[in-house]
C-alpha cells in the first residue's frame, strides 16, 4: 500500500508550490525598502512587476474557470495584491517619464491583455473548450516568462560576472518550478506541469553559470591587480636604471 495516494502528493506539492512561490512574491521587498526610503524608483523597472502581475492574473482567472484548483487560486490571489502594491509604490516614487511608461504598461498588458483573454473566452469558447483555450494563452505565456533569463544568461556569459544573476533567487525559481510541475503531474494539468519543466531546466543552468562564473571576476581582478605590479616593477626597474646611467654621465 503506498504511503501517499495521488491525491495526497497533489495537496502536497500544492502546499510547498505556495510556499515557495510566496517567497519568491516577497523578494522583491529590499528593491521596494530601499525606493521607499529613497523616496525614488529612478534606476529601477517596472516591466518585471508588471509581467508578475500579468501571470498572476492569466493564472487565477485559469483557476476560476477550472474550479476547485484551490491551490492555484490561493497563491495567485496572494501575488495580486503583492505586485499591485509594487506597482503603486513604482508609481508613486517613479520619476514622470517612468510613471508614465509604467501607467501606460498597465493599461495595455495588464488591463488591455487580461480583458482581451476574457472577452473571447467567454465570447468564442463554452465550457471544457473554453479552460483548455485560457490553459494554453497560460501555459504559453508562462514559457515566455521562463525563457527570459537567456538575456541575463548570456550576459554572464559574455561578461563572466554573475552581479546580475543572484543564486539565492535561481535557486528558489528552480525549487518553484519544480513543486509546481509535480502538482501538475498529479493533477493531471499539463498546463501548470509543462511549462515548469522548461523553468526547472533554465534554473539549473542559471545555478551551473553561477559556479562557473562566481570566481571569475576575482581571478580577473586578480590578473589586472599581477599585471599592474608587474608594470610597476618594470617601471621602478627603468627608472633606476636611467637614474644610474645619469649618475655615471654626470660624475664622469
Not at 502528493?9 to 521596494?32: D, E, H, I, K
Not at 477550472?66 to 509594487?86: L, Q
Request: hydrophobic share 50%; charged share 15%; proline share 3%.
Amino acid at each position: 500500500m503506498a504511503l501517499l495516494s495521488v491525491e495526497h502528493l497533489a495537496l502536497l506539492f500544492g502546499l510547498l508550490g505556495n510556499l515557495v512561490s510566496f517567497l519568491v512574491f516577497l523578494a522583491p521587498m529590499p528593491t521596494f525598502y530601499t525606493i521607499w526610503k529613497k523616496k525614488s524608483s529612478d534606476g529601477f523597472q517596472s516591466i518585471p512587476y508588471s509581467v508578475a502581475f500579468l501571470s498572476a492574473s492569466l493564472l487565477l482567472y485559469y483557476a476560476f474557470l477550472k474550479t476547485n484548483a484551490y491551490m492555484i487560486v490561493s497563491i495567485n490571489g496572494i501575488g495580486c495584491v503583492i505586485e499591485t502594491i509594487y506597482l503603486l509604490m513604482y508609481i508613486i516614487y517613479a520619476p514622470k517619464k517612468a510613471k508614465v511608461f509604467t501607467i501606460k504598461l498597465i493599461a495595455i498588458f495588464n488591463v488591455g491583455g487580461i480583458g482581451l483573454v476574457m472577452l473571447v473566452s467567454l465570447l468564442a469558447y463554452k465550457g471544457s473548450n473554453r479552460v483548455s483555450m485560457v490553459g494554453w494563452v497560460c501555459a504559453i505565456f508562462n514559457l515566455a516568462v521562463f525563457a527570459s533569463p537567456l538575456s541575463i544568461m548570456r550576459q554572464v556569459i559574455r561578461t563572466k560576472s554573475v552581479e546580475f544573476m543572484p543564486f539565492t533567487l535561481s535557486f528558489f525559481l528552480t525549487l518553484c518550478a519544480t513543486m509546481w510541475f509535480f502538482y501538475g503531474f498529479f493533477v493531471k494539468d499539463y498546463y501548470i506541469a509543462l511549462p515548469n519543466v522548461l523553468g526547472f531546466l533554465f534554473g539549473i543552468a542559471q545555478m551551473i553559470l553561477y559556479f562557473i562564473y562566481k570566481n571569475a571576476n576575482k581571478d580577473i581582478k586578480s590578473t589586472n591587480l599581477e599585471l599592474e605590479t608587474s608594470k610597476d616593477i618594470e617601471k621602478n626597474v627603468d627608472f633606476k636604471e636611467a637614474a644610474g646611467d645619469i649618475e655615471y654621465i654626470t660624475t664622469k
